[in-house]
């Protein structure tokens, strides 16, 4: 349950920010990741429920940019977009690939404030 | 009214800067960190028994073990004669670098060329939170199923190193070795991967000449 850790962290930041920039209220924050980065957005959600009452972004609503997992295909020398876990080229078939997207870690995009 | 700030940072950036403290401190004082990963059972602390066997008559060696309750594995590690410190993460599912920062006080590092920090069972947390280690060295045992890189693929990306444990038990389990290493380089072209077995021996000299000559490197920088 690193979600728990990562909203935890999130919430510190938020507040750092909010002392640097000079803003209490947070109305919404814009995170993203990666699809293959094993971030559950549920659990994502229930630990933001548990840890948020209390800070500046308590009530805030979560916005999730959640990045597809891509592999570069050798065969088809062209990114291709994972639509399962298998890793595998998703039109020819073919194994001769690269992850080139979708462990990406989670990270505050923008927020928006009072 | 409200108003959109721009932000792009990383949400464990406050761990990556504890964590990059972590490193200059281990580069000054030139100890070899390295952080170990896997699923519990797969075989970490039967690997650090084996590896600190072969190294200690080289390298001054100490461990940092990691678990979320108990002292089973520092006490196996403390009957090979090496410093260990156990950090009970109590309930936490992964060390972090502040929780490697407050160990360090229990070790001698300056009289310590190589520091294994063993982490908590699991292939998904530890992946994410860099404690200042040189390098991260995961192992992947042979009963858990060849589907495992595709299913935690941050573990297999962000190790340099893939051991493959437990190979005397490739007779008796379905485990499709082949598919794992090319779904492995698939995450991590870069990936070495070393093929072994704690219990017999098998693979293990590799691995140990391996990263003997990665310390080597550090030392003589």
Redesign the interface.
């Known amino acids: 349950m690193h979600e728990l850790s990562l909203i935890q962290s999130l919430l510190e930041m938020v507040e750092e920010l909010g002392a640097e920039k000079g803003f209490q209220r947070v109305g919404v924050l814009r995170l993203s990741f990666g699809r293959l980065s094993c971030v559950d957005p549920q659990a994502l959600r229930f630990a933001f429920d548990v840890e948020a009452p209390g800070t500046g972004a308590a009530g805030a609503e979560l916005v999730f940019d959640i990045l597809p997992g891509v592999l570069y295909c050798f065969a088809c020398e062209e990114e291709r977009t994972m639509t399962s876990h298998e890793l595998q080229c998703p039109v020819c078939g073919g194994r001769q690939v690269i992850l080139t997207g979708g462990t990406e870690e989670l990270k505050l995009m923008e927020l928006e404030v009072d | 009214?409200?108003?959109?700030?721009?932000?792009?940072?990383?949400?464990?950036?406050?761990?990556d800067r504890l964590a990059a403290e972590n490193r200059t401190l281990f580069a000054d004082k030139k100890v070899f960190v390295v952080n170990l990963m896997s699923s519990p059972g797969a075989g970490k602390t039967s690997l650090l028994e084996r590896t600190i066997q072969e190294l200690q008559g080289t390298w001054k060696i100490g461990v940092i073990e990691g678990d979320i309750q108990d002292t089973y594995d520092a006490d196996r590690i403390a009957a090979l004669d090496i410093p260990v410190v156990q950090i009970n993460t109590g309930g936490?599912?992964?060390i972090?670098g502040n929780m490697v920062r407050e160990a360090l006080p229990g070790l001698n590092i300056d009289a310590m060329d190589l520091l294994f920090v063993e982490n908590v069972g699991n292939l998904?947390?530890p992946?994410?939170?860099d404690i200042g280690e040189e390098m991260k060295i995961m192992i992947l045992s042979t009963p858990e199923g060849a589907d495992k890189?595709?299913?935690?693929?941050?573990m297999f990306?962000s190790s340099t190193a893939l051991i493959i444990n437990k190979i005397d038990l490739l007779p008796y389990v379905s485990f499709d070795l082949e598919k794992a290493k090319?779904?492995a380089l698939?995450?991590n072209?870069k990936l070495l991967i070393f093929e072994i077995s704690c219990k017999t021996g098998d693979g293990l000299k590799d691995w140990t000449r391996w990263l003997n000559e990665q310390i080597t490197a550090l030392a003589s920088k």
């Not at chain 2, 890189?149 to 941050?154: D, E, F, M, N, S």
């Open positions: 009214m409200s108003t959109k700030v721009t932000v792009v940072k990383n949400v464990l950036d406050a761990n936490a599912c992964h972090d998904v947390c992946a994410e939170f890189p595709a299913k935690y693929p941050l990306q090319r779904d698939i995450l072209p």
